[in-house]
């Protein structure tokens, strides 16, 4: 029997293992009058066997057959190259295969490796179609979405290379039982973003469950094997093109049933809702610490999916707000749930924002006899009213900046001069882009509200300025450097490779003193803080120590040293001062290579981050300036 003959009864044996036991004998006559008695003859052996075996053969016994045909593959062990990777070491496994760190040797990061099963390199038409949904997915490009790398094939393995996430799955965080209902919320905003991003794209991905979902320290979600998802309109194609039997199993074999929708359990056509019901399974189990089906096995769970009506579930008092929301995500008749992640998402921020009133309305009657007894000594001791920056007018706001950024130039180093109102002109550019974001609930790195930047910051800050205090720099340059860099997303990483917290190059973290093997220690926020502080005492010590000096190493450590050296060399040759940034900016155009726009906004972005961040309350920001900050607050 060759390979394709194992898989097409390896379909047909599944799904008989699907149907209660009264309905097999049924199916098999099927299966002969339509497949011919030797297939008939070989799935009723196999359900033979299973049912001597006490289920031994769930998990399909053709699939291992499979393995044990391909099972001569060399195994994967470390410092094999695989493209341009080389193994380190391995991650975990699973029922789609086997999971590797790795080192790509061409770009200096660390990947995952997935290695698919063998089952996948015995089937061309399989393997193809896999390659075109994986590159399918790869082009997806969201902060929520793990990013696909590239797919390859070496050693006569098939592997997918992505980025590599550290942190746990949603599954190991429900280990320790139900979340709060606001943190519970807050990933389950961020993958329907993620979702909402895919079905954009015309992916849905089929099989979300917490085992799917990775939460990084920083808070961050990703959404695991979108290498898995079909195109919304090859799954109808395909499921119409497909025999009954099989294409129920093509349907639910990337699933998982105690996640997939009801259609999906049926082997129905899919789109955006299956993955709208899988979220709704999700977040309920976040809310409650409990499965929505209870069936201990899958084949239960699949049979409860098809012939249910509906579903009993009930969320704790805490999270009532969210009944309406999961009312309309859990609606087994997929017309009448909600019809794509965005509205998903819409539907809970509303429930956030009803429950933010309901409370506020709630404290402010608690606090109303509190508020009169002290309101003598309010109006009495107070000080003026803080304008917010958003209320002031321009000439205001522009008065505003230029003091507030005269005052961090002093705080950088001797000798610090005022700005010109041009400089001040391009620092409030950037000031005002910040608050333009003021409003945004958007996840995504670069658009989110300065509220939840700079609460991120927050924590932070404290070691970030012990580090920079311990090797004499001020602790300003290491607390928006940070900003600037990555708003304090301490592992995100670059296209170029740039990783980490203050967005380390390969070759600068291992000059520094950082690790890339076995784990990468830039994204080790404790780590990296010192060896940014390493690298600006360095640059420090090519450039000089006083305030102008330190604007030339801000814009050094984003468009390198040698770059800068030269072009500050060049302003020296023509007797051009005062040595700093501002006057490299406005010679811009005598260098030979001029400035890349990334860097021109470099120092005026830095300064604008800075007047947020030492004057929150300006700003609308509940937290106190960032400086302040120190090793043992609460």
């Known amino acids: 029997m060759n390979f394709g003959q194992w898989e097409k009864i390896s379909v047909l044996f599944e799904h008989a293992l699907g149907l209660p036991r009264d309905e097999q004998a049924a199916y098999l006559a099927e299966l002969a009058r ?3 008695q030797s297939v ?13 075996s006490a289920g031994f053969l769930q998990a399909s016994a053709l699939r291992a057959a499979a393995w044990q045909m391909a099972s001569e593959v060399e195994p994967v062990i470390a410092d094999m190259l695989y493209g341009n990777y080389c193994i ?5 496994a699973g029922g789609m295969g086997e999971v590797y760190l790795a080192q790509d040797e061409s770009l200096g990061r660390q990947a995952a490796l997935k290695f698919l099963p063998q089952v996948f390199m015995q089937d061309a038409v399989q393997l193809a179609r896999f390659e075109r949904e994986a590159r399918a997915a790869s082009a997806l490009n969201h902060p929520n979405i793990l990013t696909v790398y590239e797919i390859g094939q070496a050693h006569g393995r098939a592997f997918i290379a992505t980025e590599y996430v550290t942190g746990e799955t949603l599954r190991e965080r429900l280990t320790g039982g139900k979340l709060a209902p606001e943190a519970a919320a807050r990933i389950a905003a961020q993958i329907a973003e993620a979702l909402h991003a895919a079905h954009s794209a015309g992916l849905i991905h089929r099989d979300l469950k917490p085992e799917n979902v990775m939460l990084r320290p920083d808070g961050y979600v990703k959404l695991l094997d979108f290498g898995l998802a079909k195109p919304i309109s090859a799954e109808a194609s395909e499921t119409r093109n497909l025999p009954s039997s099989i294409s129920h199993l093509q349907s639910t074999l990337m699933g998982t049933p105690h996640y997939m929708s009801p259609e999906q359990a049926r082997g129905a056509a899919l789109d955006a809702r299956s993955d709208v019901w899988s979220l709704g399974v999700t977040f309920y189990e976040m809310l409650t610490g409990e499965a929505l089906l209870k069936e201990k096995n899958a084949e239960a769970a699949l049979r409860r999916l098809r012939e249910a009506e509906s579903l009993p579930w009930q969320l704790p008092h805490e999270a009532r707000r969210f009944q309406p929301l999961l009312q309309q995500a859990l609606a087994i008749r997929s017309e009448r749930r909600l019809a794509s992640a965005q509205e998903f998402l819409s539907v809970l921020r509303r429930a956030n924002a009803r429950t933010s009133r309901r409370h506020g309305f709630v404290s402010a009657a608690l606090l109303t006899l509190t508020l009169i007894l002290l309101a003598w000594w309010r109006f009495a001791s107070a000080p003026p009213a803080t304008p917010l920056y958003w209320d002031m007018n321009e000439a205001a706001q522009t008065a505003f900046v230029a003091t507030a950024s005269d005052g961090l130039a002093q705080r950088l ?20 882009e910040f608050v333009r974001r003021r409003d945004s609930l958007s996840t995504t790195p670069g658009k989110e509200s300065p509220k939840a930047v700079y609460a991120r910051a927050s924590v932070y800050a404290p070691f970030i300025s012990e580090a920079f205090r311990a090797h004499q720099l001020p602790s300003v340059l290491g607390l928006y450097v ?7 997303h301490p592992c995100t990483q670059s296209a170029v490779g740039a990783k980490g917290l203050f967005s ?17 220690e830039r994204c080790d926020p404790h780590k990296i803080a010192d060896a940014a502080a390493r690298y600006l005492i360095h640059l420090r010590e090519r450039f000089g120590a006083d305030a102008d000096a330190m604007t030339l190493a801000l814009v050094a450590y984003n468009a390198g040293e040698t770059y800068v050296g030269d072009n500050v060399a060049r302003l020296q040759a023509l007797d051009l001062a005062p040595l700093n940034f501002w006057t490299l900016l406005e010679h811009n155009d005598r260098q030979a290579t001029p400035l890349r726009p990334e860097s021109q906004s470099y120092v ?3 300064w604008a981050a800075a007047v947020l961040g030492e004057h929150p309350q300006r700003f609308g920001l509940e937290i106190q300036p960032l400086s302040a900050y120190v090793m043992g607050m609460n």
Do not use: C, W
Request: proline share 7%.
């Open 34 to 36: 339509r497949e011919g």
């Open 40 to 52: 008939s003859d070989e799935v009723r052996a196999l359900l033979q066997a299973d049912q001597d």
């Open 88 to 92: 380190l070491s391995k991650l975990g």
């Open 413 to 432: 180093g001797a000798n610090a001069r005022p700005h010109s109102p041009e400089q001040i002109v391009r620092i409030k550019k950037y000031v005002d």
């Open 482 to 488: 940070a900003v600037v860099e990555t708003e304090y």
């Open 504 to 520: 380390f190059m390969p070759q600068t973290a291992e000059r520094f003193g950082l690790r890339l093997t076995p784990q990468d």
């Open 604 to 606: 005026p972005r830095f």
